[in-house]
């Protein structure tokens, strides 16, 4: 009897999985450790938060948002599931959270947003809307079971992306040049304009001078964890080097007030407006 019963289980659960993998790319596999999907429309709200986060770009939900040719997951590797690259596994946990450079406690709706805002160079899509908590849904999926502990210092999760200890004075442009063009240069162009599927990493279809890769040590940061992509090989100072001769380039500017929707549009009443 109780072996059916787990046959019946582990079935089930292969099921779930068919079924959230059916139409999505590869690369969106979820972690072995991804817990069950819910059904019914929370379950399809998750989904929904994935491609999203997969297709930011040309997504109908979430284009208008969008002001350059990044997807969430050009940074956010394997949709967040890459448990190093910027991960979103165990993320939901830290919220609501302290972050200094709104000033306010944030909640994770607020910080999707603001990366909309900066690493999208887009517009940031209301509170409350479609969007929003579709990408919040799957973000929190990606939590379950982790234990809650709110960040009082930053808008950060447990696995975020370590800071680098080098000395920015020490980062060396030429350095950085030569490097590019041998281990970069081939994905992302020697203009940093990127093609097809990779993504630009400079230039005015590419993150605004106010995301979090404008900053150089950031940027070196994630580099070491992140690129060149499935082989990470730089040791920090290369890292460093290279973030230095990419944050050398032009980017769109960031003006808070070019990036906030209209009024009216901030917030939505989360709900079908029929009873
Ligand atoms: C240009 C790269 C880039 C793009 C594009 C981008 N982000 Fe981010 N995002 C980052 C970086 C870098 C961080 C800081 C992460 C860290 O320190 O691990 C971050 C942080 C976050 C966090 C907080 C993570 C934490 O540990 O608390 C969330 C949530 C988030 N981004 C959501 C999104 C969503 C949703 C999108 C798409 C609408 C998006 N981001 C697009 C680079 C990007
Ligand atoms: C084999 C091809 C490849 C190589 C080599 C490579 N990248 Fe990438 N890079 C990608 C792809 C693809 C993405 C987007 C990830 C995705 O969509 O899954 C990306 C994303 C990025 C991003 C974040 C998104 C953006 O456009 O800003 C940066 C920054 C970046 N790469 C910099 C570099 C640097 C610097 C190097 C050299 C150390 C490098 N990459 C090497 C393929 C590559």
Same mark, same amino acid.
Not at 14 to 37: G, H, I, M, Q, T
Not at 207 to 218: E, S, Y
């Given at each position: 009897?109780?072996?059916?019963?787990?046959?019946?289980?582990?079935?089930?659960?292969?099921?779930?999985?068919?079924?959230?993998?059916?139409?999505?790319?590869?690369?969106?596999?979820?972690?072995?450790?991804?817990?069950?999907?819910?059904?019914?429309?929370?379950?399809?709200?998750?989904?929904?938060?994935?491609?999203?986060?997969?297709?930011?770009?040309?997504?109908?939900?979430?284009?208008?948002?969008?002001?350059?040719?990044?997807?969430?997951?050009?940074?956010?590797?394997? $949709? !967040?599931?890459? #448990?190093?690259?910027?991960?979103?596994?165990? %993320? +939901?946990? /830290?919220?609501?959270?302290?972050?200094?450079? @709104?000033?306010?406690?944030?909640?994770?709706?607020?910080?999707?947003?603001?990366?909309?805002?900066?690493?999208? $160079? !887009?517009?940031? #899509?209301?509170?409350?809307?479609?969007?929003? %908590? +579709?990408? /919040?849904?799957?973000?929190?999926?990606?939590? @379950?079971?982790?234990?809650?502990?709110?960040?009082?210092?930053?808008?950060?999760?447990?696995?975020?992306?370590?800071?680098?200890?080098?000395?920015?004075?020490?980062?060396?442009?030429?350095?950085?040049?030569?490097?590019?063009?041998?281990?970069?240069?081939?994905?992302?162009?020697?203009?940093?304009?990127?093609?097809?599927?990779?993504?630009?990493?400079?230039?005015?279809?590419?993150?605004?001078?106010?995301?979090?890769?404008?900053?150089?040590?950031?940027?070196?940061?994630?580099?070491?964890?992140?690129?060149?992509?499935?082989?990470?090989?730089?040791?920090?100072?290369?890292?460093?080097?290279?973030?230095?001769?990419?944050?050398?380039?032009?980017?769109?500017?960031?003006?808070?007030?070019?990036?906030?929707?209209?009024?009216?549009?901030?917030?939505?009443?989360?709900?079908?407006?029929?009873?």
């Amino acid at each position: 009897m109780k072996s059916i019963v787990s046959v019946l289980l582990v079935g089930s659960l292969v099921c779930c999985f068919a079924f959230l993998r059916s139409d999505l790319d590869v690369r969106a596999e979820p972690p072995s450790s991804a817990p069950v999907l819910p059904s019914g429309p929370l379950g399809e709200t998750i989904r929904l938060g994935q491609e999203l986060v997969e297709r930011t770009t040309t997504h109908p939900l979430s284009k208008l948002f969008v002001g350059n040719d990044l997807n969430c997951t050009s940074c956010h590797l394997k $949709n !967040g599931t890459d #448990p190093k690259a910027a991960t979103f596994l165990g %993320v +939901a946990a /830290a919220y609501p959270a302290w972050s200094p450079r @709104e000033q306010r406690v944030i909640t994770l709706e607020d910080r999707i947003l603001n990366c909309f805002m900066r690493s999208c $160079n !887009g517009v940031r #899509p209301p509170l409350g809307s479609k969007v929003s %908590v +579709a990408i /919040a849904s799957y973000i929190t999926w990606l939590s @379950e079971g982790k234990i809650l502990r709110m960040n009082a210092e930053n808008p950060k999760g447990p696995n975020a992306v370590p800071r680098l200890t080098v000395k920015l004075e020490s980062a060396s442009i030429e350095r950085g040049e030569r490097l590019y063009s041998k281990k970069c240069a081939t994905c992302h162009g020697k203009d940093g304009a990127g093609k097809d599927d990779h993504p630009p990493i400079w230039g005015r279809r590419s993150f605004n001078q106010g995301a979090g890769l404008a900053d150089t040590v950031q940027l070196a940061s994630w580099l070491k964890v992140a690129m060149p992509l499935d082989e990470t090989d730089l040791a920090d100072q290369e890292a460093l080097d290279i973030a230095a001769f990419v944050n050398t380039h032009d980017r769109p500017a960031f003006d808070l007030k070019n990036h906030l929707p209209v009024e009216s549009r901030l917030g939505e009443y989360n709900a079908e407006q029929t009873r």
